[in-house]
């Protein structure tokens, strides 16, 4: 096994029919183009490869073939292929924050956080070491516990955050010795091809594939193929479960990011004009269009009055408009499914007796118009109601009052989903015991959504929220599978 590798030439533009012809990707045999759509206008601007099934065939064969190679380097000779990557990446930064502005709607600034985000991963990635340890090592017995990589792992991917959640992937998939096919939602393909494109300057032949395609079929070929040895997919639950079943019959291993309904727990110690920014943050980020949004604000009923008009005058100052335009706080939503399912669960609480207390009902969708979906505030929202119970994954925050915290807590766990939670307080204590009663997979005491910073924590859901992690040590180990080598010496055979 060589360990050596030819490089991808230099290709300094961005085009996608280029990219496609390459050698390292999958030489994609259709001609046949889908259209690229901006969310502020709701208008086509680029094409992406309408992938076929001899395309996906193609990529998972030139995964295939690479990864003996990839997978024999020493730890730090990919470490350095990696590192190499992150410079491209700060390279390529303004370009792709533009691209990714113009796919995904969110405001410049918020782009270039995200590509920031994915430098700063793939940085933390890189401090991983190789995992392979001795157990046992006496002049009898000698007992190794190997790591190896899985092999060649298909990255599927939504289109919220298209490039931190595809690095979130990639860093630890190819540090671990694996070799990928990634596809980028049919919503936001040209970030991930200008990444895929521009890493493969520094990465070998093979190593890292991309295949794009508006037919979710394409996405379920690629997961079911039997070349791909791992499933790891961020996006709906709903999916996520048909994935779960498309595994069962080659027993492919999966890694399931999914859905979910955060319950944000306001306690009536706070300073209404302090917390009301968190809210803000927690729930409009990404115009809510982030799995970890606090969808649930349950704030304590002797502050609730107080605390909604705080947040009420914060989200009437929030800009909503064009993502390229500077002065934008808050881009329209990604697409026209997303922009229908979340007016339709604002128009059913309505019915069901929300109030709106800042914002309206946006007008329904004609073709030619784009999908700006300016924040709404609600209050007597009933559980029962969609936007209570469902993921909205939209600008719509609910503020409903709670009385005690075995209460709240009850209401709190009273979902299907388990992704993430937070209490906020300035007792820390009663913080903590609250944070440990949440069923999810992080609970924050004053904090909501950071799953980024130094402590270098693995991140991932419970119940429906998903299957196994990413991040930290237990998200490398995801990516690699347990070899335990037992070496008898005093035997005299
Ligand atoms: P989605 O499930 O509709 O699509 C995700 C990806 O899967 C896309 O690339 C899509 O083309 C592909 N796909 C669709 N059907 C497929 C199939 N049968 N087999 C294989 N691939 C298929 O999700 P979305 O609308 O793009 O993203 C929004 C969802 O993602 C929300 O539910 C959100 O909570 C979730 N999400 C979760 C996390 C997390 O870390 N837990 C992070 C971000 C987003």
């Given at each position: 096994?060589t360990?050596?590798?030819e490089?991808?030439?230099n290709?300094?533009?961005?085009?996608?029919?280029?990219?496609h012809?390459?050698?390292?990707?999958?030489?994609?045999l259709?001609?046949s183009?889908?259209?690229?759509?901006?969310?502020?206008?709701g208008?086509?601007?680029?094409?992406?490869?309408?992938?076929?099934?001899?395309?996906?065939?193609?990529a998972?064969?030139?995964?295939?073939?690479?990864?003996?190679?990839?997978?024999?380097?020493p730890?730090?000779e990919?470490?350095e292929?990696?590192?190499?990557?992150?410079?491209?990446?700060?390279?390529?930064r303004?370009?792709?924050?533009?691209m990714?502005?113009k796919e995904q709607?969110?405001p410049?600034a918020?782009?270039?956080?995200?590509i920031?985000?994915?430098?700063?991963?793939?940085?933390?990635?890189?401090?991983?070491?190789?995992?392979?340890?001795?157990?046992?090592?006496?002049?009898?017995?000698?007992?190794?516990?190997r790591?190896?990589?899985?092999?060649?792992?298909?990255?599927?991917?939504?289109?919220?955050?298209?490039?931190?959640?595809?690095?979130?992937?990639?860093?630890?998939?190819?540090?671990?010795?694996?070799?990928?096919?990634?596809k980028?939602?049919?919503?936001?393909?040209?970030?991930?091809?200008?990444i895929v494109?521009a890493?493969?300057?520094?990465?070998?032949?093979?190593?890292?594939n991309?295949?794009?395609?508006?037919?979710?079929?394409?996405?379920?070929?690629?997961?079911?193929?039997?070349?791909?040895?791992?499933?790891?997919?961020?996006?709906?639950?709903?999916?996520?479960?048909?994935?779960?079943?498309?595994?069962?019959?080659?027993?492919?291993r999966?890694?399931?990011e999914?859905?979910?309904?955060?319950?944000?727990?306001?306690l009536?110690?706070?300073?209404?004009?302090?917390i009301?920014?968190?809210?803000?943050?927690?729930?409009?980020?990404?115009?809510?269009?982030?799995?970890?949004?606090?969808?649930?604000?349950f704030i304590?009923?002797?502050i609730?009055?107080?605390?909604?008009?705080?947040?009420?005058?914060l989200?009437?100052?929030?800009?909503?408009?064009?993502?390229?335009?500077?002065?934008?706080?808050?881009?329209?939503?990604?697409?026209?499914?997303?922009?229908s399912?979340v007016r339709?669960f604002?128009?059913?609480?309505?019915k069901?007796?929300a109030e709106?207390?800042?914002?309206?009902?946006?007008?329904?969708?004609?073709?030619?118009?784009g999908?700006l979906?300016p924040?709404?505030?609600?209050k007597?929202?009933?559980?029962?109601?969609?936007?209570v119970?469902?993921?909205?994954?939209?600008?719509?925050?609910?503020?409903?009052?709670?009385?005690?915290i075995d209460?709240?807590?009850?209401?709190?766990?009273?979902?299907t989903m388990?992704?993430?939670?937070?209490?906020?307080?300035?007792?820390?204590?009663?913080g903590?015991q609250?944070?440990?009663?949440?069923?999810?997979?992080?609970?924050?005491?004053?904090?909501?959504?950071?799953?980024?910073?130094?402590?270098?924590?693995?991140?991932?859901?419970?119940?429906s929220?998903g299957?196994?992690?990413?991040?930290?040590?237990?998200?490398?180990?995801g990516f690699?599978n347990?070899?335990?080598?037992?070496?008898?010496?005093?035997?005299?055979?």
């Amino acid at each position: 096994m060589t360990g050596k590798f030819e490089s991808h030439k230099n290709t300094k533009q961005i085009d996608t029919k280029k990219i496609h012809k390459g050698r390292t990707y999958s030489p994609f045999l259709t001609p046949s183009m889908f259209s690229v759509i901006n969310p502020y206008d709701g208008k086509p601007f680029a094409e992406a490869h309408e992938c076929s099934e001899s395309d996906v065939d193609n990529a998972v064969h030139s995964a295939k073939q690479a990864f003996s190679g990839w997978a024999a380097l020493p730890w730090h000779e990919r470490s350095e292929r990696i590192k190499s990557c992150c410079d491209v990446l700060m390279q390529e930064r303004k370009p792709l924050a533009t691209m990714l502005t113009k796919e995904q709607g969110k405001p410049l600034a918020q782009s270039n956080m995200e590509i920031m985000g994915s430098y700063m991963w793939m940085q933390r990635t890189l401090g991983r070491q190789n995992p392979n340890k001795v157990l046992v090592d006496t002049d009898e017995l000698r007992v190794e516990h190997r790591y190896k990589p899985v092999g060649v792992v298909a990255c599927i991917v939504p289109w919220n955050f298209p490039v931190l959640l595809l690095h979130f992937k990639i860093s630890e998939a190819l540090l671990a010795g694996c070799t990928v096919v990634v596809k980028p939602s049919e919503f936001t393909p040209l970030s991930t091809l200008h990444i895929v494109q521009a890493y493969n300057k520094v990465l070998p032949v093979g190593v890292l594939n991309v295949i794009t395609s508006e037919k979710r079929s394409i996405g379920k070929y690629l997961a079911s193929h039997p070349g791909i040895d791992k499933v790891s997919f961020t996006g709906s639950t709903e999916v996520g479960k048909l994935i779960l079943g498309d595994s069962a019959s080659s027993l492919k291993r999966v890694t399931l990011e999914l859905g979910g309904n955060d319950a944000m727990i306001v306690l009536s110690d706070v300073d209404p004009k302090k917390i009301a920014p968190h809210i803000v943050q927690a729930s409009l980020f990404n115009g809510g269009q982030i799995c970890l949004a606090a969808k649930r604000v349950f704030i304590h009923q002797d502050i609730f009055d107080q605390v909604s008009s705080e947040v009420v005058s914060l989200v009437k100052g929030i800009k909503c408009g064009n993502g390229l335009d500077r002065k934008t706080t808050c881009g329209p939503l990604n697409n026209a499914q997303q922009y229908s399912k979340v007016r339709q669960f604002l128009v059913d609480a309505v019915k069901d007796g929300a109030e709106i207390i800042s914002g309206s009902v946006p007008p329904e969708l004609t073709p030619d118009s784009g999908y700006l979906f300016p924040p709404v505030v609600l209050k007597n929202v009933k559980e029962g109601s969609r936007i209570v119970d469902e993921e909205q994954f939209g600008p719509v925050v609910p503020l409903i009052p709670f009385g005690s915290i075995d209460e709240v807590i009850k209401r709190a766990n009273n979902t299907t989903m388990g992704l993430g939670g937070s209490v906020w307080t300035n007792d820390i204590i009663q913080g903590e015991q609250i944070a440990v009663r949440l069923e999810c997979g992080t609970s924050w005491v004053n904090n909501h959504a950071d799953i980024i910073g130094p402590d270098d924590a693995p991140f991932g859901g419970i119940k429906s929220s998903g299957v196994g992690l990413e991040g930290g040590h237990e998200g490398l180990l995801g990516f690699m599978n347990t070899h335990i080598i037992k070496i008898v010496k005093t035997s005299k055979i």
